[in-house]
């Protein structure tokens, strides 16, 4: 049993932006790590989107934020390639920026290795939901969510705050 009351589960969905693994040419390797994340903390999960990369990216989150979940995290399509459209279907959906999580992830995954920066993820609010776009590569994933863990619980707590709970 979690610790969380079942009134206070929180949802949370996943997109995998890779428009190989969308096509079945290989298996999705970040889903499964974020998906197992989410459950540690706490959350009933959406099953996993994997979608190609750019308009399907922004479409499975529009999707996603109808079903009002205190999180989706992203994974892929945040590099330099010309498909790697994931930060540009994200941007316009969020409310606020929270930048300071980006900064944090960029931070740990360079102390790892420069590619890091190369990095163009946001992080944000689209109303009460926060939305945050980490790396394709199972290592960037961990970086990522090990650099939210400590701060989960108290962000998804200050954002319903201010949704009048």
């Known amino acids: 049993m979690s610790a969380c009351e079942p009134n206070s589960l929180r949802k949370a969905g996943v997109v995998i932006a890779s428009t190989r693994a969308a096509a079945g ?7 499964p790590i974020i998906l197992d994340w989410l459950n540690e903390h706490g959350f009933e999960t959406f099953p ?10 922004g479409a499975a989150l529009r999707a996603l934020l109808t079903q ?8 892929g399509g945040t590099g330099l390639s010309p498909d790697d459209k994931t930060p540009e279907m994200t941007l316009p959906l ?12 960029r931070r740990a995954g360079a102390a790892k290795t420069p590619m890091a920066m190369l990095s163009r993820g946001h992080a944000g609010a689209a109303g009460t939901t926060f939305i945050i776009n980490l790396p394709g590569s199972p290592k960037g994933v961990m970086d990522g969510l090990a650099v939210l863990d400590p701060v989960i619980g ?12």
């Open 154 to 165: 108290h962000l998804c707590e200050q954002m319903e705050g201010s949704h009048g709970h």
């Open 94 to 105: 969020l409310d606020r920026e929270i930048p300071g999580i980006m900064e944090a992830i």
């Open 68 to 75: 009002d979940p205190a999180v989706v995290i992203t994974s």
């Open 48 to 57: 996993t989107m994997v979608v190609p990369d750019g308009e399907p990216v």
């Open 25 to 31: 040419i290989y298996a999705d390797e970040t889903g």
